[in-house]
Protein backbone atom coordinates (compact mmCIF):
# COMPACT_ATOMS: atom_id res chain seq x y z
CA UNK A 1 0.00 0.00 0.00
CA UNK A 2 1.24 3.90 -0.92
CA UNK A 3 0.74 6.44 1.64
CA UNK A 4 1.18 9.98 0.92
CA UNK A 5 1.53 12.47 4.08
CA UNK A 6 0.43 16.10 3.68
CA UNK A 7 2.65 18.07 5.18
CA UNK A 8 2.97 21.34 3.09
CA UNK A 9 0.81 23.45 5.79
CA UNK A 10 1.39 26.72 7.60
CA UNK A 11 -0.26 26.13 10.90
CA UNK A 12 -1.20 29.64 10.65
CA UNK A 13 -4.19 28.71 13.08
CA UNK A 14 -2.10 28.09 15.90
CA UNK A 15 -0.29 31.13 15.53
CA UNK A 16 3.20 30.15 16.14
CA UNK A 17 4.88 30.91 12.80
CA UNK A 18 6.18 27.92 12.01
CA UNK A 19 4.45 24.45 10.29
CA UNK A 20 2.90 22.61 13.55
CA UNK A 21 4.46 19.75 12.13
CA UNK A 22 7.72 21.14 13.58
CA UNK A 23 6.39 21.60 16.72
CA UNK A 24 7.87 19.59 19.57
CA UNK A 25 5.42 16.76 21.16
CA UNK A 26 7.37 15.13 24.34
CA UNK A 27 10.68 16.06 22.60
CA UNK A 28 9.84 15.35 19.57
CA UNK A 29 8.13 17.20 16.49
CA UNK A 30 4.82 16.15 15.87
CA UNK A 31 6.16 15.15 12.12
CA UNK A 32 8.51 12.35 13.64
CA UNK A 33 5.29 10.70 15.42
CA UNK A 34 3.43 10.83 12.92
CA UNK A 35 6.38 8.88 10.32
CA UNK A 36 7.04 6.23 13.04
CA UNK A 37 3.24 5.53 13.04
CA UNK A 38 3.46 5.29 9.42
CA UNK A 39 6.85 3.29 8.99
CA UNK A 40 5.17 0.42 11.77
CA UNK A 41 2.00 -0.27 9.78
CA UNK A 42 3.00 -3.67 7.71
CA UNK A 43 0.52 -2.56 4.84
CA UNK A 44 2.70 0.48 3.83
CA UNK A 45 5.19 -0.47 0.99
CA UNK A 46 6.03 2.94 -0.03
CA UNK A 47 6.14 6.80 1.82
CA UNK A 48 5.47 10.05 0.23
CA UNK A 49 5.84 13.14 2.15
CA UNK A 50 4.04 16.30 0.79
CA UNK A 51 6.16 19.41 2.32
CA UNK A 52 6.14 23.22 1.51
CA UNK A 53 8.39 24.47 -0.29
CA UNK A 54 10.66 26.27 2.60
CA UNK A 55 10.52 22.80 4.50
CA UNK A 56 12.61 20.57 2.52
CA UNK A 57 14.94 21.11 4.58
CA UNK A 58 13.76 20.32 8.14
CA UNK A 59 11.83 17.16 6.70
CA UNK A 60 14.78 16.25 5.45
CA UNK A 61 16.55 16.51 9.17
CA UNK A 62 13.30 14.77 10.65
CA UNK A 63 13.72 12.09 8.43
CA UNK A 64 17.12 11.43 9.07
CA UNK A 65 17.27 12.01 12.70
CA UNK A 66 14.20 9.03 13.21
CA UNK A 67 14.70 6.49 10.50
CA UNK A 68 12.30 3.80 9.82
CA UNK A 69 11.98 0.67 7.71
CA UNK A 70 11.23 2.20 4.36
CA UNK A 71 12.69 5.40 2.73
CA UNK A 72 10.69 8.35 2.38
CA UNK A 73 10.01 10.11 -0.81
CA UNK A 74 9.84 14.48 -0.59
CA UNK A 75 7.17 15.71 -3.02
CA UNK A 76 6.41 19.42 -3.23
CA UNK A 77 3.32 20.57 -2.08
CA UNK A 78 1.05 22.87 -3.83
CA UNK A 79 -0.37 26.61 -2.10
CA UNK A 80 -3.79 24.03 -1.17
CA UNK A 81 -4.25 21.10 0.37
CA UNK A 82 -5.80 19.86 -2.88
CA UNK A 83 -2.84 21.30 -4.51
CA UNK A 84 -0.82 19.35 -2.18
CA UNK A 85 -2.62 16.23 -2.37
CA UNK A 86 -2.85 16.03 -6.31
CA UNK A 87 1.24 16.89 -6.76
CA UNK A 88 1.43 13.71 -4.59
CA UNK A 89 -0.90 11.49 -6.40
CA UNK A 90 0.93 12.22 -9.48
CA UNK A 91 4.18 11.91 -8.09
CA UNK A 92 3.04 8.06 -7.32
CA UNK A 93 5.13 5.72 -8.43
CA UNK A 94 3.74 3.71 -11.33
CA UNK A 95 2.85 0.90 -9.99
CA UNK A 96 0.25 2.24 -7.35
CA UNK A 97 -3.28 1.42 -7.70
CA UNK A 98 -4.40 1.88 -4.09
CA UNK A 99 -3.27 5.12 -1.63
CA UNK A 100 -3.65 6.16 1.80
CA UNK A 101 -3.21 10.15 2.60
CA UNK A 102 -2.65 11.15 6.05
CA UNK A 103 -2.68 14.73 7.66
CA UNK A 104 1.08 14.63 9.46
CA UNK A 105 -0.46 16.92 11.66
CA UNK A 106 -2.45 14.01 13.04
CA UNK A 107 0.52 12.15 15.13
CA UNK A 108 -1.71 9.98 17.12
CA UNK A 109 -2.55 8.18 14.47
CA UNK A 110 -1.44 3.88 15.52
CA UNK A 111 0.05 1.37 12.89
CA UNK A 112 -3.04 -0.18 13.60
CA UNK A 113 -5.51 2.44 12.06
CA UNK A 114 -3.57 2.56 9.32
CA UNK A 115 -2.95 -1.49 8.60
CA UNK A 116 -6.75 -1.68 8.83
CA UNK A 117 -7.88 1.02 6.48
CA UNK A 118 -5.50 -0.03 4.16
CA UNK A 119 -7.46 -3.88 4.50
CA UNK A 120 -10.32 -2.43 4.40
CA UNK A 121 -9.54 -0.42 0.66
CA UNK A 122 -9.10 -3.66 -0.50
CA UNK A 123 -13.28 -4.18 -0.49
CA UNK A 124 -14.46 -0.69 -0.28
CA UNK A 125 -13.45 2.12 -3.38
CA UNK A 126 -12.71 4.69 -0.29
CA UNK A 127 -12.14 5.27 3.29
CA UNK A 128 -11.94 7.08 6.44
CA UNK A 129 -10.92 6.42 9.31
CA UNK A 130 -13.71 8.68 12.16
CA UNK A 131 -14.86 8.22 15.35
CA UNK A 132 -18.53 8.59 16.74
CA UNK A 133 -18.98 12.08 17.87
CA UNK A 134 -19.52 12.03 21.88
CA UNK A 135 -20.21 15.65 22.61
CA UNK A 136 -23.89 17.57 22.00
CA UNK A 137 -23.45 19.94 18.96
CA UNK A 138 -25.71 22.76 18.75
CA UNK A 139 -26.43 24.93 16.13
CA UNK A 140 -26.81 28.69 17.28
Known sequence: MHLLIAAAGRGSRMGQGVNKVFLPLLGK???AWTLAAVQQAKSITWIGLLHGAEDYEPCQRIIATYPGRLPVT??????????????????????????????AARCLV????????AEAL???????????????????
Open 29 to 31: PIL
Open 74 to 103: LIPGGTTRQASVRAGLEALPQEATQVLIHD
Open 122 to 140: FEHPGVIAALPVKDTIKAI
Open 110 to 117: TPALIDRC
